[in-house]
């Protein structure tokens, strides 16, 4: 079944309409891997989401569905879920006309990007899970060596070089995080409001995650944030830990793109995933030399 079938099929069963009644508008941009549609049933417009090819490896949607209960009197997500298949990952959600901040300038919502980020930090919220980075990405690493693809010497001179830093990292206090807050993920309203959206990885973890995952597509904007949302001039240390964690992030997403490639991800989605591995290796260690000088 295409995944516009398995659409219709899925919002047929459970709106009780007809297929011929659900009009497919849009597949939404911005994911690598999810496909995300907007949908008309009527006069009411839903997004239904079809994880991509073995999601269920990096996603555990029952933590995703707590995760968005747990935070649901905060608004922050717009409280949009209207139904999570925890076997499929197929999602329900209303539709909200908005742009995501990715496709604008984020230097120019770091103030409000740091208010959505301030009320979820601050919540006094306690997630069933830990992010674990640590653990996660010793994780994603079985997952690719169960591919047959041996990680290049290039990779652990600076994992290795990084993990000096595990024990500092993990001493530090962990809140409520989103844990892949990119701009891609804050939508700006019509009515000028900031949503966060795509909750999959949501868990307790240190705060500066957050602001690090703000520069996921360039890490100025996360530089950027930091003072916005730490309200002052950051430290040494506090620099330090921001580029710690997006060197970090840089080791992670090296293996998701390395996992993809050797699943076949790169022919069906057009994208390169083993030039996307290269480069972040790359970034990890411009990172990581940056990181050396605020220690």
Same mark, same amino acid.
């Given at each position: 079944m295409?995944?516009?079938?398995i659409?219709k099929q899925?919002?047929?069963?459970?709106?009780?309409?007809?297929?011929?009644?659900?009009i497919?508008?849009?597949?939404?941009?911005?994911?690598?891997? =999810?496909?995300?549609?907007i949908?008309?049933?009527?006069n009411?417009?839903f997004?239904f989401?079809?994880p991509g090819? =073995?999601?269920?490896a990096?996603v555990?949607?029952n933590?995703e569905? @707590?995760?968005?209960?747990?935070i649901?009197d905060l608004k922050?997500d717009?409280?949009?879920?209207?139904?999570?298949d925890?076997?499929?990952?197929?999602?329900i959600?209303h539709?909200v006309?908005?742009?995501?901040?990715?496709?604008?300038n984020?230097a120019?919502?770091y @103030?409000?990007a740091?208010?959505t980020?301030?009320q979820?930090?601050?919540s006094n919220?306690?997630?069933?899970?830990?992010?674990?980075p640590?653990e996660r990405?010793?994780?994603y690493?079985?997952?690719v060596?169960?591919e047959?693809i041996?990680?290049q010497?290039n990779y652990y001179?600076?994992?290795?070089r990084f993990?000096?830093?595990?024990p500092y990292?993990?001493?530090?206090?962990?809140?409520?995080?989103?844990?892949d807050s990119q701009p891609s993920?804050?939508?700006l309203?019509?009515?000028?409001?900031?949503?966060?959206?795509?909750?999959?990885?949501?868990? =307790?973890?240190?705060?500066?995650?957050?602001?690090?995952?703000?520069?996921?597509n360039d890490?100025?904007?996360?530089?950027?944030?930091?003072p916005?949302?730490l309200?002052?001039t950051?430290?040494?240390?506090?620099?330090?830990?921001?580029?710690l964690?997006?060197?970090?992030q840089?080791l992670?997403?090296?293996n998701? @793109?390395l996992?993809?490639?050797?699943?076949?991800?790169?022919?069906?989605?057009?994208?390169?995933?083993?030039?996307i591995?290269a480069?972040y290796?790359?970034? @990890?260690?411009?990172l990581?030399?940056?990181?050396?000088s605020?220690?």
């Amino acid at each position: 079944m295409t995944h516009e079938m398995i659409t219709k099929q899925k919002l047929s069963n459970h709106f009780n309409v007809s297929e011929d009644e659900i009009i497919i508008l849009d597949r939404l941009k911005g994911g690598m891997s =999810n496909s995300n549609y907007i949908v008309q049933i009527k006069n009411d417009y839903f997004t239904f989401r079809i994880p991509g090819k =073995n999601a269920f490896a990096f996603v555990d949607r029952n933590i995703e569905k @707590a995760t968005l209960e747990l935070i649901k009197d905060l608004k922050i997500d717009g409280n949009l879920l209207i139904d999570l298949d925890l076997e499929t990952g197929y999602k329900i959600s209303h539709f909200v006309e908005g742009t995501p901040l990715m496709v604008l300038n984020p230097a120019d919502y770091y @103030a409000q990007a740091s208010l959505t980020l301030k009320q979820l930090h601050e919540s006094n919220k306690i997630a069933q899970n830990d992010y674990a980075p640590f653990e996660r990405l010793q994780n994603y690493e079985a997952l690719v060596e169960a591919e047959g693809i041996k990680h290049q010497d290039n990779y652990y001179d600076i994992l290795n070089r990084f993990l000096e830093f595990k024990p500092y990292l993990e001493s530090l206090p962990k809140v409520l995080c989103h844990n892949d807050s990119q701009p891609s993920n804050f939508i700006l309203r019509n009515n000028g409001t900031l949503l966060l959206v795509d909750w999959e990885f949501g868990g =307790n973890n240190d705060l500066f995650y957050d602001i690090a995952c703000f520069g996921n597509n360039d890490f100025k904007f996360a530089e950027g944030l930091l003072p916005i949302y730490l309200n002052r001039t950051p430290n040494q240390s506090e620099w330090l830990r921001l580029y710690l964690w997006r060197t970090f992030q840089c080791l992670q997403w090296h293996n998701v @793109a390395l996992y993809k490639e050797a699943i076949g991800l790169s022919l069906e989605l057009h994208l390169d995933f083993k030039a996307i591995a290269a480069a972040y290796i790359v970034k @990890a260690n411009a990172l990581f030399a940056q990181a050396l000088s605020f220690r």
